[in-house]
């Protein structure tokens, strides 16, 4: 069973960098036709793709987000994280930790729970 | 305002076949990439219902099925059951200056 659980604070001040950890277990995030992407979703609203990485490092990220937003690996603890600098308001959201599977033509088979982040002074 | 277009609501009866649509454009469906369908139950994660436009992971009831033609794609959700009242949302790829996943602003099935 693969399971994704994001943890991170649930509250960021404005301007601050909010910091997300996704730690994967039941499957290795550094083999396979997998690569993992971060999702928010601000409350009542849509799903909105904040940017992805493969198991070579390899990045990609949303135009919008590209400048404030970085994805590294952690292979050693089968993690991945998310920073996002100067955050404002508008960032609040349910962050999504989640696994594109290649077999899927990297439809995302798997997700965390979501973790709800606040930006409040 | 997203990338692709799905309408913001539709509903049907117990029993009844309904359609949620996801346009999008050359630069994303358009260009043949496929497009992925998730339902979301409220307070939960999405879930994986329809990958690469026809395809359903095991376990998806095969009341569901998904089709793509141009810059278009469906979803059709038949026998409806109370307990399929939920949102979805299409994604597919996107290559223009919005490059990257893209997601459709999203429908809330409400089942009468």
């Given at each position: ?9 649930g ?5 601050q ?7 994967v277990?039941?499957?290795s995030?550094?083999s ?34 590209r400048?404030?937003a ?7 603890k089968?993690q ?16 999504y930790c989640a ?6 033509s990297g439809?995302v ?6 973790i ?6 | ?20 649509s996801?346009?999008g ?46 810059t ?13 009242e ?19 602003g999203?429908?809330k099935?409400?089942?009468?």
């Amino acid at each position: 069973q693969v399971l994704l659980q994001e943890s991170g604070p649930g509250l960021v001040k404005p301007s601050q960098t909010l910091s997300l950890t996704c730690t994967v277990s039941g499957a290795s995030i550094s083999s396979g036709s997998f690569w993992w992407s971060w999702i928010r979703q601000p409350a009542g609203k849509g799903l909105y793709w904040i940017g992805r990485i493969y198991m070579t490092g390899s990045t990609s990220y949303n135009p919008s987000l590209r400048s404030r937003a970085t994805i590294s690996l952690d292979t050693s603890k089968n993690q991945f994280s998310l920073k996002l600098t100067s955050v404002t308001a508008s960032d609040t959201a349910v962050y999504y930790c989640a696994r594109h599977d290649g077999d899927y033509s990297g439809g995302v088979d798997y997700w965390g729970q979501g973790i709800l982040v606040t930006v409040s002074s | 305002q997203s990338v692709l277009t799905q309408p913001p609501s539709v509903s049907g009866a117990p029993g009844q076949r309904v359609t949620i649509s996801c346009t999008g454009s050359s630069a994303n469906i358009g260009s043949g990439y496929d497009v992925h369908w998730y339902q979301q139950l409220p307070g939960t994660a999405p879930k994986l219902l329809i990958y690469a436009n026809s395809n359903r992971p095991s376990g998806v009831p095969d009341r569901f099925s998904g089709s793509k033609s141009g810059t278009s794609a469906s979803l059709v959700i038949t026998g409806l059951q109370a307990e399929d009242e939920a949102d979805y949302y299409c994604q597919s790829y996107d290559n223009s200056l919005s490059a990257g996943e893209v997601f459709g602003g999203g429908t809330k099935l409400t089942v009468l």
